[in-house]
Each structure stands twice: as C-alpha cells, then as structure tokens.
C-alpha cells in the first residue's frame, strides 16, 4: 500500500514563504511525475508544479517565478517552495505521484492534503 504524506502547511502572512514536503512510502517500484495541486474553497483543484523524473519543472502561471519544485529520488520525495506568498495563494495543498506498485501499473496517488493560509 503507498502513502503520501505531505507536510509545511501553515499560516503566513502576506510576501512570506513556505516550504511544502511530501514523501511517499509503502511498496514502490518506480516514480514517474510527481507534482502539487491545489483546491480554493469553492474552486477546483488545479495544477501549481510538477516535476519529471529527470527534474524538468513545469508552473502554472499564477506562480512562475515564485514557486520553485524539487525532488529528491531516492528519498521519493517532492518539495515545493512558496515565496512572495499571496492571499490568492490560500487553499489545500495535495502532492501527486504516478508511481508503480504492488499493481504493477503506474497509478496516479494523492496526499492528503495540508492547508495552506496567507493573510492579507
């Protein structure tokens, strides 16, 4: 069974920074993209980064030059660093990994979650 677990949520104000992590554990053969999205109340979820494998970043446009994703493939961990932080950045934070496991198909897999909150 894989898990994600995120963690780096928080409350901060406006032009701070955060840091998110997510490492994924369990029976896990191969990663493939790993990536953050995340969901405003009322609002769908959406992409912020991702990252391939060999460490190629792609952003949503509302964070370029803010936001910068990393990974770390043998810790199968994803990161993502949140600067400049925005009342508009405000929502929950989910990491995503298409990884192969015990299914032995690559599979998408999702955290649970961790609030992220900028006040103005």
């Known amino acids: 069974q894989v898990q994600l677990v995120e963690s780096g949520g928080g409350l901060v104000q406006a032009g701070g920074s955060l840091r998110l992590s997510c490492t994924a554990s369990?029976?896990?053969?191969?990663?493939?993209?790993m990536g953050w999205y995340r969901q405003a109340p009322g609002k769908q979820r959406e992409l912020v980064a991702a990252i391939t494998t060999g460490g190629s970043p792609n952003y949503a446009d509302s964070v370029k030059g803010r936001f910068t994703i990393s990974r770390d493939n043998a810790k199968n961990s994803v990161y993502l660093q949140m600067n400049s932080l925005r009342p508009e950045d405000t929502a929950v934070y989910y990491c995503n990994a298409n990884l192969l496991g015990s299914s032995f198909r690559y599979l998408d897999y999702w955290g649970q979650g961790t609030q992220v909150t900028v006040s103005s």
């Open positions: 369990g029976t896990i053969f191969s990663i493939n993209g």
